[in-house]
């Protein structure tokens, strides 16, 4: 069985300040999503390079998903983060899009 190939782009706040004070929270929750998608059997995870706080950090993240060629990506969010740059991933990412 060929496994589907889904991306994970965990968001954060875009405050320098609010994002480095929850950066381990939101790599915890982003790996707790990781293990219980490959515990699956059916999902190869990709996951981008970071965690999305900037403009420029979200656009690369959704080119890394079309570069890996993902079926789907979902978009994680452990805390509130800005709209904007889920709208600057969603440009480059492949979807559907879960939240």
């Not at 004070?21 to 999902?43: C, I, P, Q």
Request: aromatic fraction near 10%; glycine fraction near 6%.
């Amino acid at each position: 069985m060929q496994k589907r190939k889904v991306g994970i782009i965990t968001f954060s706040d875009g405050r320098d300040f609010v994002h480095e004070e929850t950066l381990e929270m939101n790599k915890k929750f982003e790996h707790r999503l990781v293990k219980a998608l490959e515990s699956t059997g059916e999902v190869e995870v990709v996951r981008a390079s970071d965690i999305v706080n900037k403009p420029s950090k979200a656009k690369k993240a959704g080119k890394e998903m079309m570069k890996a060629e993902v079926e789907m990506t979902i978009f994680n969010y452990s805390i509130w983060c800005w709209p904007h740059l889920s709208v600057m991933a969603s440009l480059y990412a492949p979807g559907p899009y879960l939240t």
